[in-house]
């Protein structure tokens, strides 16, 4: 069982819908939990970091947490051609200062 | 303020050769990782240090790998010899200690023909 796992996609989604991203992660004492966005030939770059369970919004962007179901989402609202790219969901484990990333969903905004 | 800087950008070798990454992270950070990227195996940590001290390099895949932290502003990330199995996206990412955020650099690609 892979420790992040997160649906490869692509997932396509219309301009202006919400896009819900996925992802579990098998290590029960996970504390700290992130998403990062990647476009094509470019580094990851942090949007969201989330660590209690319940909803943080930021923007047009809400990070889910619930860790009874070692469950973690992403919603986007109002979704726009710029942010197709690849979404990586990182965990923190427990008692380190490491991630363990997901191999990422390839999220389509269809203008 | 700089973002984590890496060189070169871009490393094309021949099999064999010496390859050296290099890497400054965000200042006032104590936490420093390298990560290598491909289609294949997704983002992959090959080691991480704390305050120019390596904490776990579990990840790093054999002993043609070494890194170094010489200083806080400076590590490097040594491949030698090179394989072609060693092309790839490295990344240095910077965390400041109790944030456990990590911030990327832009990337070195590497091709080894």
Redesign the interface.
Known sequence: QKEVEQNSGPLSVPEGAIASLNCTYSDRGSQ?F?W?RQYSG?????IM?I?SNGDKEDGRFTAQLNKASQYVSLLIRDSQPSDSATY?C?V?PSG?????????TRLKVLA | DAGVIQSPRHEVTEMGQEVTLRCKPISGHD?L?WYRQTMMR????LI?F?NNVP??DSGMPEDRFSAKMPNASFSTLKIQPSEPRDSAVY?CAS?Q?NS????????TRLTVT
Not at chain 1, 42 to 46: A, G, Q, T
């Open positions: 700290s992130f990062y470019k580094s990851p770059e942090l970091s660590y990586l990182a923190n380190t200062y490491k991630y363990i990333f997901g191999t990422g | 936490y990782f997704g983002l992959e940590l991480y704390n904490i776990d990344f965390m200690e456990y955020e990590q911030y990327f650099g832009p990337g």
